[in-house]
């Protein structure tokens, strides 16, 4: 049996992600007034757990994205888009559903692997790819908030140079008090454990996915607001020390 190379796995991995966006966009396309939005968002309501949140969702990119910071949608995991598809009645969107488990199954420890790989070692995405994704997601004629910081928010651009350093020195220091630490980053418990049981033999890796899960919730503002809880984390967390080297690092 011939053997399936890295470069192939990893261009069977790319074009997932590729599928992946445009089974998003196939649901969203499938939305034609306000009352299919509602019906998406009751459809998971219970999953969510949080009517609050699900209130302040206006628009089906909005919907994706709170799916996506709980973990309860993925690349990996794209069951919940067979509920849109279900509510909308789309018949496009459950075949190209069904095409994408069929692919994602007969290739998931590779496909796995990689997403894996990207999550632990840098953003799964670049900036430029979010700033795509973000635009596609959201509908025509919609105003669109900048995603490149003025060249006046200094703390913005030193934050997207000194990321990976922040990250690697959090990575070395914030050790088993790991989930205290996530705690007062607002990550849920349920998605510790997540982490945790994806990564038992490596802390390092439980520790950068909690940072990025909760730098994930600010994905649609400036990194201001994720600075401040992060700050504040470690300040609960008793590190002033660390706290003190990350305001360091963005002076």
Known sequence: MERISVQDHR??????????????LLAQ?????REHLVRCKQSVREEVYSCRKLSRVTAFDQLVVLLEHRNLLSLLKPDLIERFALVLDAKDVACALKSYRSMLSSQYAAIRRFHLEDLRHRDRRTLLEKEVEKIKLHEAGDPLVPLVPSPTNTKHDRYLQQRDNIYSLLQQEIGKQWKVFGRFLNVSPATMEEIEERNRQDLKTRIYE??????MQFANETPDRFIAILLKALENSRRKDL??????MLQ
């Open 11 to 24: 261009a069977v991995y790319e074009q997932m992600c590729k599928d992946y966006l445009n089974l998003k």
């Open 210 to 215: 909690v940072l990025q899960c909760a730098e």
């Open 29 to 33: 396309n499938a939305l034609h007034d």
């Open 243 to 248: 706290k003190r080297k990350i305001e360091s």
